[in-house]
């Protein structure tokens, strides 16, 4: 029987842009991690990025300079696969995004690996539940995170048709013990939840770059200087509670998009226009509506400072 107290050992497969992140991030949680890749100049780039990020992590009091040493230590780097997941009850994949490497992969892993072995794909987009062995399904889960996954703290769990319950629990709460914010999502989608959100967003900035509409630093400033911040405070459906959902519904309906915004449109039928209403998307009955604006727009300039300070000192 799976059980989260006795997955002590993390085994990180990949050593490119993503897997030293990840396995630093579990190393922190206080996991022992072994970073396994077929190629030994990505294990020893893997862990110059490793000590690399312990530095800035010290550098901005993310953890004690003494603390540095121990957190390294939880780390080994290996190049036999065979040999890494010996004794490791979780495997955390993030092999390059081609389908028949994955494929090839997980076939490997299942002719050695203990049957209740959970594997949890990095994969950005693919369906990796179509490329697992049948009787590898139930443990089987996505872990998307974010780059850098060491510093962002959202990472997507993902179900696929048969992934166990006690498979998407403990993945989550193997992410919480690293402090990290585990996003359960129900079932599998391309993209998950935060890419979908970035190609709607990239697709409009190819857009207006392409068609000479801005340049790449016009892009850049605009959204650094609006949106990005303002959604740390307020996210994207708080944002419309605050600025009234009577209004979001009306061009909803002027561009006779109604179908595709249903949730909304039930606020809007049912009068609930948001903060000043008392409901919306959130409910805030009972609550001092003069005073939520105060504290939005106290953390709002609080937001923008460190947005402006990043807009006019560029990296
Ligand atoms: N780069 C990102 O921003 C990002 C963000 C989220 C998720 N992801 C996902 O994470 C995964 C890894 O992405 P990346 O950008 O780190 O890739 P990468 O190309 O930088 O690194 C992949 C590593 O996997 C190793 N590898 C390939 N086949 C292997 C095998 N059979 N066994 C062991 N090691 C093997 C390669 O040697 C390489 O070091 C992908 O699925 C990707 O979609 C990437």
Redesign the pocket.
């Known amino acids: 029987m799976l059980q989260f107290e006795k997955i002590n050992t993390v085994l990180v497969?990949?050593?490119?842009?993503?897997?030293p992140g990840i396995a630093l991030s579990y190393a922190r949680g206080g996991y022992t991690v072994r970073l396994?890749?077929?190629?030994e100049t990505?294990l020893e780039t893997s862990k110059r990025a490793i000590e690399g990020h312990l530095e800035t992590m010290a550098e901005v009091g993310e953890i004690e300079t003494e603390g540095k040493a121990q957190i390294s230590e939880r780390v080994s780097y290996l190049a036999d696969?065979k040999k890494a997941a010996e004794g490791v009850g979780f495997i955390a994949e993030?092999?390059?995004?081609r389908k028949d490497?994955k494929k090839?992969?997980y076939e490997h892993l299942d002719t050695f690996l203990p049957e209740e072995a959970i594997i949890a794909?990095?994969?950005?987009f693919l369906n990796i539940f179509e490329l697992m062995p049948a009787r590898r399904q139930p443990y089987a889960v996505i872990s998307?995170?974010?780059?850098p996954p060491h510093i962002i703290p959202l990472v997507e769990v993902v179900r696929g048709p048969e992934t166990e319950e006690c498979v998407m629990a403990i993945t989550a709460q193997m992410l919480e013990r690293c402090k990290k914010v585990a996003l359960r999502m129900e079932k599998f989608t391309p993209g998950f939840f935060v890419n979908l959100v970035q190609k709607a967003l990239g697709d409009v900035a190819n857009y207006l770059v392409d068609n000479d509409f801005c340049t790449p630093e016009q892009f850049d400033v605009a959204i650094k200087s609006s949106v990005y911040p303002r959604g740390v405070v307020l996210g994207y459906f708080q944002k419309a509670d605050f600025s009234g959902i009577h209004t979001y519904g009306t061009v909803v309906m002027e561009n006779g998009a109604e179908d595709a915004a249903k949730t909304l449109m039930g606020h809007y039928h049912r009068g609930e226009y948001g903060v000043r209403a008392g409901k919306g998307f959130f409910d805030y009955t009972g609550r001092d509506i003069d005073g939520i604006f105060k504290e939005r727009d106290r953390r709002l300039y609080e937001v923008m400072k460190i947005a402006m300070e990043n807009i006019n000192n560029k990296l």
């Not at 794909?121 to 950005?124: I, L, V």
């Not at 998307?144 to 780059?147: K, Q, V």
């Open positions: 497969i990949g050593g490119g842009v993503m897997g396994a890749d077929i190629s990505a696969i993030a092999i390059t995004e490497a090839a992969l794909s990095n994969t950005s998307h995170w974010y780059d």
